[in-house]
């Protein structure tokens, strides 16, 4: 049987229609080669299933900030000697990813996005 939506429902929807045209203006005035992903990414974000998404996001922040850190700290001290750089950032990764996988609550993606954020900023100021 089907039921009308509550006002709680009607709130939802309307939080996050504004929130994906505010995205999608925001993606349209910096000129993003594919805007239509900001308002995607919205709905895919705001699903009211998903759970726990500001402890997530916090997460996620928190590990950016660790990896760009540990960019910060890696890359200037190895900037002469690639390889040995090559092998802090495997064995960072190795790490802060195997760690990632044995931790199953939201707190993983500290880890995840620390090994990631690492690899991404610091590699290509090298090679």
Not at 37 to 49: G, K
Not at 70 to 92: E, H, K, M, Y
């Amino acid at each position: 049987m089907i039921t009308m939506p509550t006002w709680r429902d009607w709130l939802f929807s309307a939080k996050a229609f504004t929130a994906a045209m505010l995205a999608l203006y925001i993606a349209l005035m910096l000129d993003l080669p594919r805007p239509y992903w900001a308002m995607a990414t919205v709905y895919i974000v705001s699903h009211p299933l998903t759970g726990a998404t500001r402890s997530k996001a916090l997460y996620r922040v928190c590990g950016t900030l660790l990896g760009a850190a540990a960019a910060v700290v890696f890359v200037p001290l190895f900037i002469n000697a690639p390889v040995l750089l090559s092998l802090v950032v495997s064995l960072w990764m190795g790490t802060l990813l195997s760690i990632s996988l044995l931790d199953r609550t939201p707190r993983n993606y500290v880890f995840m996005l620390a090994a990631y954020t690492l690899l991404i900023v610091g590699l290509p100021s090298v090679f």
